[in-house]
């Protein structure tokens, strides 16, 4: 392996790591707020003690979720130098408006929503719920919003990295720097809510939430579960696993609909990665293949079973079923994405978001009529499902990003007049602006050699299987624990910590003035 790869391997390892975290903050963070609602209107203490239950694995999440995101942005310097050139000024934008949007309103009230229930008002309590919830989502707006601008660039211009030199006569000038014969270049924003809301920022933004509110949901569902299959804590697994229920067929619901308008973005801006999808070889009426072989050699689905003129329905709504789609038989080999990769994940994801509606419709069905009890292979159907869940999320997001290769930045795709085609050359074939992106292959950092990439590589793999084994040990510690009642607040803390505080400077005042 040479450093490139081992690169790649590094950096989808530590954010496939990371991955795991953030949308249990983000899923977990949206019940959190709604519990906290029900208590604070109804003042059943149920509501109050899962809330405290919640709240515990939430800060656990977080405190994992940030160790392993503050190492991964590093390797921008670290591994991948001529991308942190390139991007530096849009992620450098986005990743500033994340620690101060976002991170600070998370981690600020996230102190109060753990220790302060006892020593703030109610409503000051629901407040600040409400802003670790915001918080954690405004984290995802702005990591999508970078992410995005790779896939579908907007709002800038590429100029090329002047540096000063000094010339023959001793002059000192300003020039293009040159790396081993290649202009370097990089992107500047000129239109900073172009770059904000470039063509794929929303639907992707949407897809992410909802993803993040089926992990969280399905990660309560999991615990409550085991807590009804082992007759433990009834009345707070029963309303845990009530309201995630609901939670969670909704979001499976939305991500269906969601993701099929995702699919049609990513025809317009990203034809070769919906290609490498489908295993769409041949311009014209296309295929939905359900499952399938891929054969690269043959540039062919073995084995597939397939609807026919499915993929032309999915991509243009057309109900004729007979609309061609571009194929990969409309770019080089050296621009076509990795087809197996791609194609097995984007199923994965696409079949667990399926299982996912069936098992919350069964347990709907059966929720309703007051029988869940007497169903175990469903409630261990969700003791696990959270597993699988975590899955299509990563798998979304390998889908994504490997069916963009060869590129780390893509370059536009130009179709011609009716839209029916890209503008191809003599040959047939069509020709990206290379200038206009960057590949992966032109972004890693040259100065990093072999041993040092794999020597970071098992590092890393050694700490963070050390990080998993401690949030596993946690994790088991708190669910045998279980919930437990609130504890009673001592006197001086009655009334909030306003209250009590003054309290205790009157008593100081009355003592001194005697």
Not at 6 to 19: E, G
Not at 150 to 156: E, L, V
């Amino acid at each position: 392996m040479d450093v490139l790869l081992l690169s790649r391997l590094q950096f989808a390892f530590t954010v496939m790591f990371h991955y795991i975290f953030p949308p249990l903050t983000i899923g977990l963070g949206i019940i959190l707020a709604y519990l906290e609602t029900r208590y604070y209107f109804t003042k059943k203490q149920v509501f109050a003690i899962a809330c405290q239950f919640w709240t515990k694995i939430f800060v656990l999440n977080f405190a994992i979720g940030v160790a392993s995101g503050i190492v991964m942005e590093f390797q921008f310097g670290t591994n991948w130098a001529t991308y942190s050139r390139f991007v530096g000024d849009v992620f450098g934008s986005a990743l500033a408006a994340e620690g101060i949007f976002a991170f600070f309103l998370e981690s600020g009230f996230l102190a109060v929503v753990a220790f302060g229930r006892s020593r703030v008002s109610a409503g000051f309590y629901l407040f600040s719920m409400y802003m670790v919830a915001l918080g954690s989502v405004f984290s995802s707006i702005w990591i999508v919003v970078a992410n995005s601008w790779q896939q579908t660039p907007a709002g800038h211009h590429i100029v090329e990295v002047m540096r000063q030199t000094i010339t023959a006569d001793g002059q000192t000038v300003l020039a293009p720097w040159v790396v081993d014969g290649v202009v370097q270049r990089r992107a500047e924003i000129v239109d900073f809510m172009g770059m904000v809301f470039n063509p794929s920022t929303v639907q992707r933004l949407s897809h992410v939430l909802l993803g993040c509110a089926a992990v969280g949901g399905f990660f309560v569902l999991s615990i409550s579960a085991y807590y009804i299959l082992q007759d433990k804590h009834r009345e707070f697994a029963r309303h845990s696993f009530n309201g995630a229920l609901v939670f969670s067929f909704i979001a499976a619901i939305g991500l269906g609909v969601n993701g099929h308008t995702q699919a049609q973005n990513v025809y317009k801006y990203q034809p070769a990665k919906l290609a490498a999808f489908e295993g769409h070889y041949t311009t014209g009426r296309a295929a939905l293949n359900l499952i399938g072989w891929p054969n690269e050699k043959e540039e062919r689905i073995d084995f597939e079973i397939s609807v026919p003129g499915g993929l032309s329905f999915m991509v243009f709504d057309d109900f004729t079923f007979s609309k061609p789609v571009v194929g990969l038989d409309r770019f080089r080999l050296e621009d076509r994405p990795p087809l197996a990769i791609p194609f097995f994940s984007w199923r994965v994801m696409v079949g667990t978001g399926g299982l996912m509606i069936v098992l919350c419709g069964a347990a709907l069905f059966y929720n309703s009529k007051k029988r869940i009890r007497e169903k175990p292979f469903i409630l261990w159907s969700f003791v696990f499902a959270i597993g699988f869940v975590i899955l299509a999320n990563q798998s979304g997001w390998i889908a994504a990003e490997v069916g963009r290769q060869p590129w780390t930045v893509h370059p536009p795709v130009v179709w011609n007049e009716n839209g029916t085609d890209l503008i191809l050359s003599a040959d047939g074939l069509y020709y990206y602006d290379e200038l206009q992106g960057l590949r992966t292959s032109s972004s890693f950092s040259a100065a990093v050699d072999k041993s040092e990439a794999q020597l970071s590589l098992i590092l890393f793999t050694v700490l963070y299987l050390f990080l998993i084994a401690v949030w596993i040990m946690v994790l088991d510690r708190k669910i045998r624990i279980g919930p437990e009642p609130l504890p009673e607040p001592s006197p001086d803390e009655k009334g909030g910590f306003i209250d009590a505080s003054s309290e205790r400077q009157h008593a100081r005042f009355t003592e001194n003035s005697l």
